[in-house]
């Protein structure tokens, strides 16, 4: 019972990544020849069952086997709902709002092309800084995940995983790009679905449940912090998707709107089953003894496998493989795609782009060996997305028409200074102010402090941002007076002529980057 041998570790996990680079590589080798535009994205390609299980294997890395669990320990089958729910339904945005954009954007394969069309360069480019920067914070969770998996499954050095899975999935995205991720996720969504249903059952059968432990428990009451994160998740998780490039890219690459729904449906469910599995064996964990309610919540999922047979363990050590390999790989053509789209509008050559990427690996790598804690490393683009997101997308409505660049600039950034002055209000100190901008507290402190953060940031981002509006308009009519001229600040914008995008689509043409900008001020 408990870990492998340190042969058998090593030849499993060592194994599944050689498998991922023949797999990779070989896909990569028979699409050599694909254009640049093939190569970033793969507009209106996909039905939507591939779409699904991309999802699927974008949408769940290896570190859902600490925080799910971890929350679960916390907050009771309450966390574990609430976290599921708000981590699977957002997903549906995709469906909702991707026809729309790729309507007005048909061009964009993803949301920063949009905004370049809408809120102009400046714009444009302070979404692509925040877009990178939240890749970033998620390839470097990843691999801090996959490197504590390793170690907590099998007592392995968890570098040479971290270093090896670097240099598989480097090797086959910069080969293949972004139709290389989308075919090697296929076949991992569905090694993941099924390998979860393997280690459900097993962990079902073997797992003896004590009953007088359920009620000493009271992960069955309803706490505080799981009030609290029916309201907090939601936001973090919604608007923080909208900051992930790999799932634009997924979106923009269904064949019809309906295959975008069916497959983002599919995934949603899917999705919200595994992550209430997984969630659950935090309880599970407590309820069988492996653990107290009292202990570090995040190696629950660990404490439970002790109890299992070594083959299980196997089996889990192969799914947290596939899992890690399947989010980072999207990841990393998400990047691609972004730097190349965002910084230098698709006219670097793509060599340069693979080789930044690779030399982004290796803070990657170094930061994730310090990571304290996954959880906040999602936290920090949490917050931040929280505070753009909203103003961003009120330009997606024809009503606010008048909404432009520098609104969503300065409301974005005004969110963010929301934080701190909420923060150095309620804790009576500007540097714990400071510190609850990047929630070094987490979320799991019992008082208010996470809560109001999350509320600040949206509201004070639209506050800042209807602020910034009358300044631009009180501005511009001031320059209308002296210049003599119109005050036409609020006329609506000239509409300009838009390509079909169904001829777009049967033209073949690499229409990669829209030819309209937006205004900014």
């Not at 295959?259 to 919200?272: C, N, T, Y």
């Not at 974005?412 to 934080?419: D, K, P, Q, R």
Request: proline share 3%; with cysteine.
């Amino acid at each position: 019972m408990g870990q492998p041998s340190f042969e058998a570790s090593n030849a499993v996990v060592y194994v599944t990544y050689g498998a991922f680079l023949l797999l990779g590589t070989g896909l990569a080798w028979k699409m050599r020849n694909q254009s640049k535009a093939e190569f970033l994205a793969g507009n209106r390609t996909q039905t939507a069952f591939p779409l699904a299980l991309n999802f699927i294997a974008a949408a769940m890395g290896s570190g859902i086997l600490f925080s799910y669990p971890q929350l679960g320990v916390l907050a009771g089958l309450q966390g574990v709902l609430v976290y599921a729910i708000s981590s699977a339904c957002p997903l549906l945005i995709f469906a909702a709002l991707a026809p729309i954009i790729r309507r007005k954007c048909p061009e964009g394969f993803v949301l920063t092309e949009w905004t370049r069309q809408r809120y102009g360069a400046v714009t444009a480019l302070y979404l692509g800084a925040l877009t990178l920067l939240t890749l970033f914070l998620y390839m470097v969770a990843e691999l801090s995940a996959i490197g504590q998996v390793i170690e907590a499954l099998t007592g392995l050095d968890g570098l040479p995983v971290v270093i090896v899975e670097c240099i598989v999935t480097t090797v086959y995205t910069s080969l293949g790009g972004f139709k290389i991720s989308f075919m090697t996720d296929n076949i991992q969504g569905a090694m993941i679905c099924c390998l979860i249903i393997i280690a459900t059952i097993t962990i079902g059968a073997k797992t003896e449940i004590k009953p007088e432990l359920i009620a000493d428990s009271g992960l069955l009451n309803s706490s505080l912090v799981g009030w609290q994160l029916i309201y907090i998740l939601p936001v973090a998780i919604l608007t923080n998707d909208f900051f992930l490039a790999n799932y634009w890219l997924r979106a923009f690459a269904s064949k019809t709107d309906k295959d975008l729904w069916i497959g983002v449906s599919v995934a949603m469910v899917v999705i919200l089953i595994v992550l209430t599995l997984v969630g659950c064996t935090g309880l599970i964990a407590v309820w069988s003894g492996a653990m107290s309610p009292d202990e570090d919540g995040s190696v629950a999922f660990f404490l439970l496998l002790e109890q299992l047979p070594n083959w299980v363990v196997g089996i889990v050590i192969v799914m947290a493989v596939c899992l890690s390999t399947a989010a980072f790989d999207s990841l990393q053509s998400a990047m691609v795609s972004s730097a190349s789209n965002d910084i230098f509008r698709n006219r670097l050559n793509i060599w340069w782009i693979r080789g930044a990427v690779v030399l982004v690996i290796f803070p990657v790598v170094v930061l994730a060996l310090k990571a304290p804690s996954i959880l906040q490393i999602y936290l920090i683009s949490d917050l931040l997305s929280a505070a753009t997101i909203p103003v961003l997308m009120l330009g997606l409505s024809e009503r606010f028409y008048w909404w432009r660049g520098f609104e969503v600039l300065i409301g974005g950034l005004g969110g963010i200074l929301t934080v701190f002055i909420f923060g150095t209000i309620y804790y009576g100190d500007a540097q714990l102010g400071g510190e609850l901008i990047l929630l070094e507290q987490g979320l799991y402190t019992g008082d208010w402090g996470a809560f109001g953060a999350f509320v600040a940031a949206p509201v004070g981002g639209l506050l800042w941002g209807f602020g910034a509006l009358a300044l631009r308009l009180a501005v511009q009519y001031v320059m209308s007076r002296v210049r003599g001229t119109r005050f036409d600040a609020l006329d609506h914008p000239a509409i300009e002529p838009s390509e079909d995008i169904d001829a777009l689509a049967d033209s073949g043409e690499e229409a990669t980057t829209s030819k309209v900008t937006g205004k900014f001020f």
